[in-house]
């Protein structure tokens, strides 16, 4: 299916260095080199992914300047690429269940409220919590019908 806002959402976020910005943006990291080191592409590639994922409005670049240095840019998200928390956090959650070592998970997140243990769930705009199988799919406005 072409008109599929899922593959749509592969063609920006899809790849493995790319979710892997995401989630070190959000966990805070901002600047080049640091996206570098954690990620564990190489710089090339990084300035290359950076690029698109500023391009698709998920992050944003601001210039800052250490003293006596050349001025240089940071990655902010955006609102569109804070709202990949949820999607991020399912992925986490999914691996952290399926995907994991003998030992566990590598990290925990928790509520700073409460700290309970933080993971995704699908709840209708009534708020009710929707199960695996609780879901109707109908034809949305932005459908086309091939044939």
Same mark, same amino acid.
């Given at each position: 299916m072409t008109n599929c806002s899922i593959a749509r959402t592969m063609d920006i976020v899809?790849? &493995?260095?790319?979710?892997l910005i995401m989630r070190e943006a959000l966990l805070g990291t901002r600047r080049f080199d640091d996206f570098v080191h954690r990620v564990g592409v190489g710089e090339p590639a990084m300035? *290359? &992914?950076l690029k698109d994922l500023v391009a698709a409005g998920l992050l944003e670049r601001t210039p800052y300047r250490e003293p006596g240095q050349r001025t240089r840019y940071e990655y902010r998200l955006t609102r569109?690429? &804070?709202? !990949? !928390? %949820? /999607? /991020? *956090?399912? !992925? &986490?959650?999914?691996?952290d269940t399926w995907a994991a070592d003998k030992t566990g998970p %590598? /990290? !925990?997140a928790s509520h700073r409220g409460c700290g309970r243990p933080v993971r995704a769930v699908l709840r209708c705009d009534g708020g009710h919590d929707v199960d695996d199988g609780d879901t109707d799919l109908t034809a949305g406005p932005g459908l086309i019908r091939n044939g």
């Open positions: 899809g790849s &493995r260095s790319a979710m300035a *290359t &992914r569109k690429g &804070r709202e !990949l !928390l %949820p /999607v /991020v *956090t399912a !992925l &986490r959650t999914w691996g %590598p /990290v !925990l």
